[in-house]
Structure formats: C-alpha cells, structure tokens
T-cell receptor, first 114, second 111 residues
Framework: DARVTQTPRHKVTEMGQEVTMRCQPILGHNTVFWYRQTMMQGLELLAYFRNRAPLDDSGMPKDRFSAEMPDATLATLKIQPSEPRDSAVYFC????????????FGEGSWLTVV | GENVEQHPSTLSVQEGDSAVIKCTYSDSASNYFPWYKQELGKRPQLIIDIRSNVGEKKDQRIAVTLNKTAKHFSLHITETQPEDSAVYFCAAYNQGGKLIFGQGTELSVKP
C-alpha cells in the first residue's frame, strides 16, 4: 500500500528555532504539494513541485520559509526562524503529475512553536 | 483569479437524511474536481472525483454533480450515517496546475 511519508509526525520547538519537515512522495509520483492547515481550517497551498522543479511558492512567506526537492524521493519544508503563528499541521501530498490527477496526502507534521 | 468557494461551512443533519455541499470555482480551464473527507486528527482522503467530460458520478451513497457552464459542482450524500461526520473539502485545479481547496464543510450526522 503506497503512501506519502512525512517526518516528524509531531514537533514542539521554541520560537526562533529552525524546523525542517520532510516528505517522501509515493514512488513514481512527480508532483509534490505542501499545504498548511490550522485548527481544522482550510488547506492553504504553500508550494508545489513538478519533476523536482518549484512551479509556485507564492503562498509561502519567503522571509522565513523555504521548500526544496533535493531528489525525487525527498521534499523538504524549512522554517527559519520559527514563530508561534507557524503552529499548524503541514501536509505533503503527491500525485502522478499534471492537472487532472488525484493527489494523496501524508499523515501530516504537527508543529507547535512555543 | 483562482478561487474555490464552498458552502455551507457547517451542516447538521439527522441520521438517514441527505446532505449536500456546494462549491464554485473561477478558473474556466479547470477539468478535475476531487472531494476529500478529513476525520479529526487524520489526513484528507479522496472519496470521489469527477472530470469535466461528465456531469454526474455516483459511488454507493455518494454522488457528485458538475455544471461547467455555471462553474459549480456539488457533493451529495444519501442515507447519512454517524460515521459520515467529518470535514469535507472540494478542490479544483487551476490552469497553472495548482490544486486549490475550498474552505471546508463540517458535517455532523446526529443519531
């Protein structure tokens, strides 16, 4: 049963610390999305990649957030420095590429910044 | 611009009744419309989807309808059960390949 794998599942950190979240997309999927969700609110798109190239990161606060795909099996989302308002669930999702394809979500990384 | 509007934000029904959630989208190039169900503390999971070349799709108690002219699509759940209680999200791709989600509908099915 192929799944998107995210680490860490839970993270509590102090304000100002760097946080790195990792995502392993489903093997063969070439599109990766990062979404943020707060208190069961909507899914806010932060960034997405196709064939490892960033296509859009307009939803991401550029001064502290960065997203990369070092290789086809790993996507990272980094926050530096973290702030309490960054507390949320960060979901990674992957799909087989192109508009019109289903995407599958990982379990999420639950981040709390104190 | 790119936007997906979803209504209502909360919906409460009695077990056995039907539930309808509606979404509108702005990008006329959108051609794929998935619906996800998210239970508390869990990830969103796909429950049904529809492509722009059909007007309706049904899977047991769940159906989705699409009106491309009006740019809206709806989720219909019949014979609701308590386990249908969750947050439901609609979504649509924009021309740039971004999958944009609606704001979510919290469905509560009362026994």
């Amino acid at each position: 049963d192929a799944r998107v794998t995210q680490t860490p599942r839970h993270k509590v950190t102090e304000m100002g610390q760097e946080v790195t979240m990792r995502c392993q997309p489903i093997l063969g999927h070439n599109t990766v999305f990062w979404y943020r969700q707060t208190m069961m609110q909507g899914l806010e798109l932060l960034a997405y990649f196709r064939n490892r190239a960033p296509l859009d990161d307009s939803g991401m606060p550029k001064d502290r957030f960065s997203a990369e795909m070092p290789d086809a099996t790993l996507a990272t989302l980094k926050i530096q420095p973290s702030e309490p308002r960054d507390s949320a669930v960060y979901f990674c999702a992957s799909g087989p590429g192109g508009s019109g394809n289903t995407i599958y979500f990982g379990e999420g990384s639950w981040l709390t910044v104190v | 611009g790119e936007n997906v509007e979803q209504h209502p934000s909360t919906l409460s029904v009695q077990e056995g009744d039907s539930a309808v959630i509606k979404c509108t989208y702005s990008d006329s190039a959108s051609n794929y419309f998935p619906w996800y169900k998210q239970e508390l503390g869990k990830r969103p999971q796909l429950i049904i989807d529809i492509r722009s070349n059909v007007g309706e799709k049904k899977d047991q108690r769940i159906a989705v309808t699409l009106n491309k002219t009006a740019k809206h699509f709806s989720l219909h759940i019949t014979e609701t059960q308590p386990e249908d209680s969750a947050v439901y999200f609609c979504a649509a791709y924009n021309q740039g390949g971004k999958l944009i989600f609606g704001q979510g509908t919290e469905l509560s099915v009362k026994p």
